[in-house]
């Protein structure tokens, strides 16, 4: 723009938005009929194809045409630098040493040559090369640094995602900074199945599926990191951005913080939820501009062309040829749930058993279940006619494929014996929630090739495919997730009915014990048994076979821990029925009475609550969950970060929560906490 530019005066830019040329119709979701994913608006692809509606989002009116990111305007002198990339080697298995290549466009605006000297410095190493540019000319320039005993950056439960300052100018016109990671990915395709390495060591992917950050693409800086904060704490490991669909630098720089490596799609969605794009000159164009822009962040881990399906040849052979020559130390695959991959599905509750007897034998891009939100969630999505019963209002929430309300309304009927009211139904359904995505994950501990769930945020006020709603409520769901994801993790096997110990990237633990108690309804023992064991990283062992007494109650308790020296470093707590899946016992528990003590703690620019919980009473207190509130108005402080949530407590038991909350997110107000729970009197 320069020859534009009015030096001295005010100047302004006009951009001109055009609609969409195939925008398709509007998607109505009612008790009716289930809508279609998708449409004809994937000819106009690369575009918000999921803003045409889907089954975890509702029409877009507008399909988010406009400009959703931030647009500025830069002085760069004569020499331009662009598209920088850092890569970086290391001699594995030694990581001692790290061999760093940094390198960038240089464009020269002037119609004259140019030179002059490229500096920087990576970290505090620094780096020069003088450099010689013809009138108007275009060169890539690399340069080389050593680094001895370098700080990697690694995935989130494996290391310190620990990120270099890097800058670069070229002398007398324009410099760019940024943060790079010290990293090297590495793949196999061996047997037909994917596998990853991280810097010499396997790396299992457990996390979800995104689809928008956001419906009306509002998130900023700060609500990513917020998100982002959520997926650490659940201890995942991957984001798949399903069909491209977010792309703002935000994401990613809160993915590179917070070490979960994002699997990358383009922008085509299953062959059946819209057509081929129209223009594959413009589609490739974009992904190039793409690709040189998000290439940087060390968090990026894979490329992927197509959701559930191959892309059209020329743009299959496109893509691949782009992720070569631009992002060569990366791996391409062409199809998200068939070839070194699987995924669709399944997509509903199902018995405990069948997550282990299905497990995946390849990395998993898509199993899902719904996860119904609280109701403190519910009452801000709906009008309270919309509540209860359930009617029209819950499919425009997205709870209207009848293949997952059928059988979730199953769970919650023959499982827990049915809800009368809506707060029957919401404390009911965090039990099968809370089951349902603590058995995703375990199951995939079979083989640890590594599963996303269908999806692990949500774009709007939904029922479904969410750990923590919209608002950014976590329910039962998330911590299932986070209990089912920790590093090293201890578990019951229904279907072998063997404890084990799932070592995803603790390194090699020696001198565990592990100890399993079959608790009867009303918290007394029947049956218990411990075993020592070590556990080397990337390995399930099965230390212990559970043995069933007689006399056990209707529904009982299984309850697991797993130690180190004294210390408890995993727990697990499961309802069990004599008749498989039948919990309805549960109903018959008196309300109990719990003693709670909450230290409340400023530290910097957060509040660090620190709640003491007490059973005082004669019968187990189950889904017990503690609420951050503002001390005056009560109302829920989100986000909020819970060690543990929706836990048990036996007779006597004491269990302490630890909550963090951003001082901004009080808004003024000094917080507390609220204790809520299945049976628990208020």
């Known amino acids: 723009m320069t020859d534009r530019i009015r030096p001295g005066e005010r100047n302004a830019v006009a951009v001109r938005v055009e609609k969409n040329a195939t925008p398709g119709s509007v998607k109505e979701k009612n008790q009716q009929s289930d809508i279609g994913n998708g449409g004809a608006l994937g000819a106009d692809n690369p575009t918000y194809h999921a803003s045409i509606g889907w089954d975890w989002m509702s029409t877009i009116r507008g399909r988010d045409t406009?400009?959703?990111?931030?647009?500025?305007?830069?002085?760069s002198g004569g020499v331009k630098i662009e598209s920088p990339l850092v890569t970086t080697t290391l001699p594995l298995p030694d990581t001692s040493r790290a061999a760093v290549t940094i390198e960038a466009t240089l464009r020269n605006l002037d119609a004259t040559p140019a030179s002059g000297k490229l500096r920087g410095h990576f970290g505090e190493t620094p780096f020069e090369t003088a450099v010689t540019l013809e009138a108007s000319a275009v060169k890539t320039v690399k340069v080389s640094v050593e680094l001895t005993k370098p700080k990697l950056w690694w995935p989130n439960g494996y290391g310190d995602p620990y990120l270099y300052p890097v800058e670069m100018r070229f002398e007398g016109s324009d410099a760019v900074s940024f943060q790079a990671g010290v990293r090297e990915f590495t793949y196999s395709e061996e047997g037909g199945a994917l596998k990853i390495w991280i810097n010499g060591r396997r790396f299992i992917a457990r996390g979800g599926n995104w689809g928008f950050a956001e419906s009306m693409l509002r998130y900023r800086a700060r609500d990513f990191e917020a998100a982002l904060r959520y997926?650490?704490?659940?201890?995942?490991?991957?984001?798949?951005?399903?069909?491209?669909?977010?792309?703002?630098?935000?994401?990613?720089?809160?993915?590179?913080?917070?070490?979960?490596?994002?699997?990358?799609?383009f922008w085509l969605a299953n062959p059946w939820d819209g057509p081929d794009p129209d223009d594959n000159a413009m589609f490739l164009a974009n992904a190039r501009d793409t690709m040189l822009r998000i290439r940087n962040h060390p968090s990026l881990g894979l490329y992927c062309g197509r959701n559930e399906g191959n892309p059209p040849k020329p743009l299959d052979d496109g893509l691949r040829a782009l992720q070569a020559e631009l992002h060569g130390g990366l791996h391409y695959i062409s199809n998200s749930a068939h070839g070194v991959v699987s995924g669709e599905g399944p997509y509903r509750v199902l018995p405990r058993m069948d997550y282990f007897a299905n497990a995946p034998v390849k990395m998993h891009s898509e199993m899902g279940s719904p996860d119904f939100p609280g109701m403190d969630s519910l009452r801000a999505m709906m009008p309270p006619a919309g509540r209860w019963p359930e009617?029209?209002?819950?499919?425009?929430?997205?709870?209207?494929?009848?293949?997952?309300?059928?059988?979730?309304?199953?769970a919650v009927d023959r499982g827990y014996g049915g809800a009368g009211t809506l707060a029957d139904w919401v404390s009911l359904a965090q039990f099968v929630d809370y089951d349902a995505y603590r058995g995703m994950f375990e199951g995939q501990s079979k083989n640890r090739m590594g599963l996303l769930i269908w999806m692990s945020h949500s774009a709007w006020p939904s029922l479904l495919w969410q750990t923590y709603d919209y608002y950014f409520d976590p329910a039962a769901g998330y911590f299932g997730a986070k209990k089912a994801c920790e590093p090293l993790h201890i578990q019951w096997n229904a279907l072998t009915d063997m404890v084990e110990v799932v070592n995803y990237s603790a390194g090699e633990v020696r001198g565990l014990a592990a100890h399993v108690e079959i608790l009867n309804l009303d918290g007394t023992r029947r049956w218990e048994k411990t075993a020592t064991l070590d556990s080397a990283e990337d390995t399930t062992a099965s230390p212990i076979r559970m043995e069933y007494p007689e006399g056990l109650s209707a529904t009982h308790f299984v309850r697991l821990s797993l130690a180190r020296g004294g210390e408890v470093v995993s727990t697990n707590f499961y309802l069990r029925g004599v008749r498989e899946g039948d919990y309805r016992a549960i109903r018959g528990l008196p309300m109990v009475k719990l003693e709670a003590t909450t230290h409340v703690e400023r530290k910097g620019t957060r509040w660090v609550l620190t709640t003491e919980l007490r059973n005082v009473s004669k019968a187990p207190a189950l889904m017990v969950r503690v609420k951050a509130v503002r001390e005056t108005s009560g109302d829920r402080i989100l986000p909020a970060i819970y060690s543990d949530n929706y836990i048990a407590l036996m007779p006597g038991e004491r269990r302490t929560v630890r909550t963090e909350v951003e001082n901004a997110d009080t808004r003024g107000e000094r917080p507390r906490m609220v204790v809520e729970g299945f049976n628990v009197g208020r």
């Open 66 to 75: 406009g400009i959703w990111a931030g647009v500025t305007l830069s002085e």
């Open 231 to 265: 997926h650490r704490d659940l201890h995942f490991t991957m984001i798949r951005d399903w069909v491209g669909q977010i792309g703002d630098d935000a994401f990613y720089e809160a993915c590179d913080r917070n070490g979960i490596v994002v699997w990358q799609d």
């Open 391 to 410: 009617n029209s209002m819950w499919p425009l929430h997205d709870f209207d494929l009848h293949f997952v309300s059928d059988v979730f309304h199953e």
